[in-house]
């Protein structure tokens, strides 16, 4: 059974099979024809054969080949704030009949949705090939499908983070969010400014045990750190288009700098340079509204517009403390000079600055929902609603469609995967995580819409969960915290409300596992009902 479940499979009469003859390297192939303009797509299905199969492919005639690529579906119009961003209608229909697989779809994204449906029925088999007639027509219910990754708190290599996103593919995620800064490191080069990579990416030591251990804590005393060459992150992006992932960069402003003002204090209120961070929780640190400030952001922006061609650019504008604004005379002296009234206002004034310097590189932002708690930013901008949108004390998601916002839920309390996945005293049966309790059950029941009126879903772009790594320092610890929970949020992303029962779920999932398990994932087994 795949997951996530598609719209509709029907039985056909019959068994495509493909084996292997073992005489000539000629007779170990499968033949893929496929127009110009989805060679990657063809690259990327003859790797999983060659891969997963044991096959070599090559490219043939219409005529003569076993797996057909095309684009014959009639694409449906998606909301244009959605088109603009360069979703594309993954619309796909997989026919297998017993002389050739037929793989159509309306959009290269689509054609590569396909190929991971393909890849899950293949998986496990190897020399001989057999798969039962079907044809399986197949569409998403949200476009924006996303799989967040932190890779400031713990430095994730290149290998790893191709990793994750071949694994967000092979569930159907069509988002990568790169969380690329923040208080204990920062990953990404930018010209001119060679202590990023020198001073900002690295950290002297990593806090031991549990932040709420005040009084146990301790520094490990461990050097660790690491960036992304610009041609790393280049391949990335690539890497992530043939599988239809379009990749989200983050660059965390004005707070949750204080790995940025450790290497360059002018950009900050305090007097001395604070070190990186070693622990964990919020920084005070902040940055200030000096010219330098935003000639460097100015900077960024325009190294994140060349690296990556998606069209938001997530600039945090998270928890930005307002403490050292408070206490600096400077900062008071500049809000005067600009007409900001609050503290809160600064962090306003910077949305709007980002704002109007991403459009000069056409591109548009998008932060955390603290971006609209006090502040009506310009309606291009995108809102990240993090907060629990199932609490309506909060408010800020209908707030954020209603001023003609688009809007990504990103509820804590459904898809914050740092989260512990059991109950229990000292959650003792858990690798050590930063709190709460997020079970399987409980990602798979999430109604994202729920309280969402109709008349504005139209602005929801769809939803994402996210990867905190404080406590993740190891590739089977994330994979661990990842999986199955994954496996339950696709299937609400792609299938939507006329997903099935929790209980068939179960049953799927249980025939999914193997697929993991050769893909060497160490998953959290999932726990027998009681």
Not at 289 to 308: D, P, S
């Amino acid at each position: 059974m795949i997951i996530p479940q598609p719209s509709s499979i029907k039985s056909l009469e019959g068994r495509w099979t493909k084996t292997h003859k073992g005489h000539f390297p000629g007779d170990c192939r499968i033949a893929i024809s496929a127009p110009h303009g989805l060679d990657a797509q063809a690259d990327l299905l003859a790797g999983y054969l060659a891969q997963d199969q044991m096959f070599r492919s090559e490219r043939a005639m219409l005529e003569g080949s076993d797996i057909e690529l095309d684009l014959s579906l009639l694409p449906r119009a998606l909301p244009n704030k959605l088109e603009g961003a360069g979703f594309r209608d993954e619309h796909y229909r997989l026919c297998i009949r017993t002389d050739k697989i037929l793989l159509s779809a309306a959009s290269p994204d689509g054609i590569a949705m396909g190929i991971q449906t393909l890849r899950q029925l293949l998986s496990g088999q190897r020399a001989r090939l057999a798969l039962p007639c079907m044809l399986i027509d197949d569409r998403p219910a949200m476009a924006w499908r996303g799989l967040h990754l932190d890779v400031s708190r713990h430095f994730w290599d290149a290998e790893t983070v191709r990793r994750f996103i071949d694994l967000a593919a092979f569930h159907k995620f069509n988002l990568f969010h790169w969380h690329l800064t923040d208080d204990q490191g920062w990953r990404l080069p930018i010209e001119g400014y060679p202590k990023l990579t020198e001073v900002a990416a690295w950290r002297n030591g990593t806090l031991v045990g549990h932040e709420c251990d005040r009084n146990k804590n301790s520094s490990d005393g461990i050097r660790h750190g690491g960036f992304y060459t610009h041609d790393e992150i280049r391949e990335i992006v690539s890497y992530a288009a043939a599988r239809g992932v379009h990749v989200l960069p983050e660059v965390d402003v004005p707070g949750h700098v204080q790995s940025l003002v450790t290497a360059y204090p002018e950009f900050g209120n305090a007097a001395e340079a604070p070190g990186v961070r070693q622990c964990w929780g919020i920084s005070d640190s902040t940055l200030n509204l000096e010219h330098a400030t935003f000639v460097f952001l100015e900077k960024a922006v325009a190294t994140l517009a060349e690296l990556f061609p998606f069209a938001y650019v997530h600039f945090g504008g998270d928890e930005a403390r307002t403490v050292e604004w408070a206490a600096s005379t400077r900062i008071q002296e500049r809000k005067r000079e600009l007409g900001l009234e609050s503290d809160h206002d600064v962090q306003g004034h910077f949305t709007a600055q980002l704002v109007a310097l991403l459009r000069t590189h056409g591109r548009k932002l998008i932060g955390w929902d603290e971006i609209i708690e006090h502040d009506l930013p310009d309606p291009e901008a995108a809102v990240m609603y993090w907060r629990d949108n199932e609490n309506p004390d909060h408010g800020l998601d209908r707030k954020a469609l209603e001023n003609g916002h688009g809007l990504v839920l990103a509820s804590w309390s459904r898809t914050y995967f740092d989260h512990y996945q059991a109950v229990g005293p000292g959650n003792d049966s858990e690798p050590l995580a930063i709190g709460g309790n997020l079970p399987l059950e409980t990602v798979y029941e999430w109604d994202p819409l729920a309280r969402i009126p109709e008349h504005l879903r139209t602005g929801v772009f769809g939803a994402q969960a996210q990867v905190w790594t404080e406590y993740i320092a190891t590739r089977n610890h994330l994979d661990y915290m990842v999986f199955p929970r994954a496996c339950a949020l696709a299937q609400v992303l792609w299938t939507g409300k006329s997903r099935e029962p929790l209980a068939d779920f179960s049953a799927r999932l249980s025939s999914h596992l193997p697929r993991l398990d050769r893909l060497g994932v160490t998953y959290r087994p999932p726990l027998p009902s009681p």
